[in-house]
C-alpha cells in the first residue's frame, strides 16, 4: 500500500505564504503524475495542481495561477506546493494525490492514491 503524507499546512494571515509537501513511503513517482487538490467546508473537492514527475510539465487551476507553484525534489521524492499571496478563499483541507494513467488531468477521480490532507487556513 503505497502512502503519501502532506506537511507545512498551517494559518497564515492573507497575503501570507506557505509550502505544502507530498512524500511518498516508496519511490512510486515515477511515471505518475501528483496532483493537490483542496476541499472546503461544505464544498466539493477541487483540483488546485498536477505536475509530471517525469516530464516536468504542470497544470493550475485558473484560480491559483500566478500565485501557486507545483516542482519536484527528484533527490527527496517529494513534491512542493508553493503558496504565495494567499487569500481567505485559499482556505482548504489540501489533499496530495497520484495517478497513473490519466496526466495532469484535474479530476479527483482519477487519482488512486491520496494522502490524509493537511490543513491551510487563511484569515483576511
Known amino acids: 500500500q503505497v502512502q503519501l503524507v502532506e506537511s507545512g499546512g498551517g494559518l497564515v494571515q492573507a497575503g501570507g505564504s506557505l509550502r505544502l509537501s507530498c512524500a511518498a513511503s516508496?519511490?512510486?513517482?515515477?511515471?505518475?503524475?501528483v496532483g493537490w487538490f483542496r476541499q472546503a467546508p461544505g464544498k466539493e473537492r477541487e483540483f488546485v495542481a498536477a505536475?509530471?514527475?517525469?516530464?516536468?510539465?504542470?497544470n493550475y487551476a485558473d484560480s491559483v495561477k500566478g500565485r501557486f507553484t507545483i516542482s519536484g525534489d527528484y533527490t527527496r521524492n517529494t513534491v512542493h506546493l508553493q503558496m504565495n499571496s494567499l487569500k481567505a478563499e485559499d482556505t482548504a483541507v489540501y489533499y496530495c494525490?497520484?495517478?497513473?494513467?490519466?496526466?495532469?488531468?484535474?479530476?479527483?477521480?482519477?487519482?488512486?492514491?491520496w494522502g490524509q490532507g493537511t490543513q491551510v487556513t487563511v484569515s483576511s
Open positions: 516508496e519511490r512510486t513517482f515515477s511515471s505518475r503524475t
Open positions: 505536475i509530471s514527475w517525469s516530464r516536468g510539465t504542470t
Open positions: 494525490a497520484s495517478n497513473r494513467a490519466y496526466g495532469l488531468v484535474p479530476i479527483a477521480r482519477h487519482y488512486d492514491y
